[in-house]
């Protein structure tokens, strides 16, 4: 039984490039979740999908983040034009719907360096 | 206003003593769902425990018990017998209602002393 997996595991690259990430959820999990934690702090909500479709966006995901999970299994989050305030770690989750008990279940995050 | 207040930033605690965490939440939804995280250096994000609005009895697993006073708005983590593999950042959290997105508190960094 593998659980979430994320790749890459770190990151680092130059201002004003584009980076990629991946997450592989459990497999039976409908719901993947996005979120950023930044030193000090708890997790923050990006984005979300059930299945294919991407249901919430938060204000933190500027026009240069874009989410997708084209056949409702991986994901991947593209960030554009990569800015210092971009560094942080990035993490993926995913559950099963079953309504207020829902679970998350989080991968090991990718850390973003953003020199 | 903090959703998720977590007041203690840092904790030092001797093996095997219990140890208390203390998580207050605000929210005028009826139903909601209560969560704690552990997240060693590693970086992962490990669920403990589980609580509902609804539920009678406080949630226990394992090691971990969750004290919830919901007159309060307290879900304290409760760890019996604590271990130096508890030493991480410890994360409450919550769902309200029928939203998704779980909202975190900014964390306890626990050290377990030998």
């Known amino acids: 039984d593998t659980g979430v997996s994320q790749d890459p595991r770190h990151k680092i690259t130059k201002r004003g490039q584009n980076v990629t990430f991946r997450c592989d959820p459990i497999?039976?999990?409908?719901?993947l979740y996005w979120y950023r934690q930044t030193l000090g702090q708890g997790p923050e909500f990006l984005t979300y999908?059930?299945?294919?479709?991407?249901?919430?966006k938060s204000r933190l995901l500027s026009d240069r983040f874009s989410a997708e999970r084209p056949k409702g299994s991986f994901s991947t989050l593209e960030i554009q034009r990569t800015e210092q305030g971009d560094s942080a770690m990035y993490l993926c989750?995913?559950?099963?719907?079953?309504?207020?008990?829902?679970?998350?279940?989080f991968g090991p995050g990718t850390r973003l360096l953003v020199l | 206003a903090q959703k998720i207040t977590q007041t203690q930033p840092g904790m030092f605690v001797q093996e095997k003593e219990a140890v208390t965490l203390d998580c207050t939440y605000d929210?005028?939804?009826?139903?909601?769902?209560l969560f704690w995280y552990k997240q060693p250096s590693s970086g992962e994000m490990i669920f403990l425990i589980y609580?509902?609005?609804?539920?009678?009895q406080n949630a226990t697993e394992g090691r971990y018990s969750l004290n919830f006073q919901k007159a309060r708005k307290s879900a304290n983590l409760v760890i019996s017998a604590s271990q130096l593999g508890d030493s991480a950042m410890y994360f409450c959290?919550?769902?309200?209602?029928?939203?998704?997105?779980?909202?975190f508190g900014k964390g306890t960094r626990l050290h377990i002393l030998p």
């Open positions: 989750a995913s559950s099963q719907r079953e309504g207020i008990q829902e679970t998350q279940y």
């Open positions: 497999s039976e999990h409908n719901r």
């Open positions: 999908f059930q299945n294919e479709a991407q249901l919430e």
């Open positions: 929210t005028s939804d009826p139903s909601y769902g």
């Open positions: 609580q509902g609005s609804y539920d009678q």
């Open positions: 959290a919550m769902r309200e209602g029928e939203l998704d997105k779980i909202i």
